[in-house]
């Protein structure tokens, strides 16, 4: 996205996984910015902080990208996203799954039962600061 890679130096392990984010760009239409790159959010009511892979601002939608499975913990961890973002007016969420076969699977985070991500991030977060996280309670 900041027009600086030499995809001659890419190695063949993750030259699949650039393909595939590089079609995802192409056929989303996603408007990304080098500024809208790996952005560092806190959101001090909840003492939390993360790293957002990328921004869409023009359609004001938060992007997360991964390479592996879909997980119930990629969806919390883009509803505690939202709230991080809760001043710029962020809603959209868009979980890329990128595959090594130059492929990728995208969910934008708006089936029903996805509203509850940014409840069960607060949920986590409240009991994480409580201390009430121990070894039989793992999160993540």
């Not at 600086?4 to 699949?16: A, W």
């Not at 909840?46 to 913990?73: A, F, S, W």
């Not at 969806?75 to 991080?84: C, D, E, L």
Request: charged letters at 30%; aromatic letters at 10%.
């Amino acid at each position: 996205d900041k027009g600086i890679l030499d995809e001659s130096t890419v190695h063949e392990r993750v030259v699949g996984y650039l393909n595939a984010y590089k079609k995802a760009k192409a056929e989303l239409c996603l408007n990304i910015h080098p500024e809208d790159i790996e952005i560092r959010v806190f959101h001090r009511g909840l003492n939390v902080c993360g790293m957002i892979d990328k921004l869409d601002r023009t359609t004001k939608t938060l992007i997360d990208i991964k390479t592996g499975i879909p997980k119930d913990e990629d969806y919390i961890q883009t509803g505690g996203y939202i709230v991080s973002l809760e001043e710029f007016d962020y809603q959209k969420r868009l979980i890329l799954y990128l595959n090594k076969n130059g492929n990728y699977k995208c969910d934008w985070c708006s089936k029903p039962e996805r509203i509850n991500d940014i409840r069960d991030f607060i949920s986590i977060n409240q009991i994480f600061n409580r201390g009430l996280v121990n070894e039989r309670f793992h999160i993540g």
